[in-house]
């Protein structure tokens, strides 16, 4: 970049890094909006708009976002990790059909998504609460309950959904920060499918606090904060 500041590959590649290790998510805006520009008729990697749908999500530019989302699933339809990302920001806009439509999509793409889909699906319904959603959420936990994705500590998260273990028994499980993360996570979700938001709101606080910028559940717990703050 000292030799070219304008250097696409270089701008595109300092923005990922940006996101995922510095969690600088203005300045990696910045850089994947410089390094796109000179790019936006050709077909590049679709991880490209991949991540900066996810920065304009960050920011709450969502119609943005969705534009990246199908750019990056049109250069890439058979890839599952920008259904499962759209299906976030759809859910944002409050298009759950479509959220739960993308969802189903990502594990016929690839199963090491099932699990997550299984449980998101599950979150995302509970939460809603139409007519008909407790018992497609049963059946999402069960999805999610049969993936078979070899992490040992995925039965966890299942229970913890499940309400099959309390906080005091979950936490005795995760041996890192990366595995403690995504515990904070799955307890804060249940405790606001029981309607428990305060309960809630401190463990999607120790989630943000980790970080692991590159995850969806990142994303997803500083959403559920902001909303909670809201109301």
Request: aromatic share 10%; proline share 4%; glycine share 6%.
């Amino acid at each position: 970049m000292a030799l070219d500041p304008e250097n696409s590959l270089a701008l595109r590649t300092s923005g990922f890094f940006l996101l995922h290790v510095r969690g600088d998510f203005q300045a990696a805006l910045d850089a994947y909006n410089r390094g796109l520009a000179p790019l936006e008729k050709l077909r590049m990697l679709p991880e490209d708009f991949h991540n900066r749908a996810r920065l304009h999500r960050i920011f709450g530019q969502y119609d943005r976002a969705l534009h990246d989302h199908n750019r990056a699933i049109a250069l890439a339809p058979d890839a599952a990790y920008p259904y499962a990302s759209r299906a976030f920001t759809r859910r944002i806009l409050g298009r759950v059909d479509l959220a739960i439509d993308d969802l189903s999509k990502a594990p016929e793409l690839d199963r090491t998504w099932a699990l997550q889909a299984g449980l998101w699906t599950w979150e995302m319904r509970m939460l809603r609460g139409e007519p008909g959603d407790r018992e497609a959420a049963a059946t999402a936990l069960a999805q999610a309950q049969s993936a078979k994705t070899g992490n040992p500590l995925d039965q966890l998260y299942v229970d913890i959904c499940r309400g099959e273990l309390s906080a005091e028994q979950a936490l005795t499980k995760p041996k890192n920060d990366r595995e403690r993360f995504f515990a904070y996570y799955y307890l804060g979700a249940k405790a606001l499918v029981d309607g428990r938001a305060t309960e809630a709101e401190d463990w999607f606080k120790k989630c943000v606090a980790i970080g692991q910028n590159e995850t969806q559940e990142f994303d997803l717990a500083r959403w559920h904060l902001e909303r909670i703050a809201s109301h």
